[in-house]
């Protein structure tokens, strides 16, 4: 009876652990360590706003509260400045966004962690985003932008 071999990867053979590998010292420069900046975004209560004909009915969203106290413990223990938010339209989720992205552009943050705690889906025309408490989505693309862009 011939069995195959079992492929390894450094001292560790894929049948005794599929997950384990042999952790290596990074040789690519980093970001530097040092405190950081977390904004949550806390989506629970939403509604179809009558004045915009796009606005989607989404459903409340439960243990959204535990989500969010969860978030600021563990980014608390990182050292990080936590901001939260609730309830945003999508109007009021992009200024906040544009504001913290400024307050996140202060050198005494090593990085950020975005947490949006909401709704998601197709927003027509190809384009993927958020829901605003409001039921109008934000692009994904464009959050990404506005934290990426250049002042």
């Known amino acids: 009876e011939h069995h195959a071999s079992s492929p390894t990867v450094g001292n560790y053979s894929s049948t005794s652990s599929?997950?384990?590998l042999p952790i290596e010292p990074a040789t690519e420069e980093c970001y530097a360590r040092g405190?950081?900046?977390c904004i949550i975004i806390n989506q629970e209560l939403f509604y179809a706003d009558s004045n915009i004909p796009q606005a989607t009915v989404v459903d409340e969203r439960q243990a959204t509260e535990k989500d969010k106290g969860k978030l600021k413990s563990i980014f608390s223990c990182f050292g990080a400045k936590v901001l939260t938010f609730e309830n945003l339209t999508r109007e009021e989720l992009e200024d906040k966004l544009k504001a913290t992205a400024v307050t996140a552009d202060d050198p005494k943050y090593c990085w950020i962690a975005l947490c949006i705690l909401?709704?998601?889906g197709?927003?027509?025309g190809g384009m993927h985003g958020v829901f605003g408490c409001n039921g109008v989505g934000l692009p994904t693309e464009k959050?990404?932008?506005i934290f990426t862009a250049a002042p």
Do not use: A, K
């Open 18 to 20: 599929p997950f384990l």
């Open 35 to 37: 405190p950081g900046l």
């Open 118 to 120: 909401s709704h998601g």
């Open 122 to 124: 197709d927003l027509g």
């Open 143 to 145: 959050i990404v932008n």
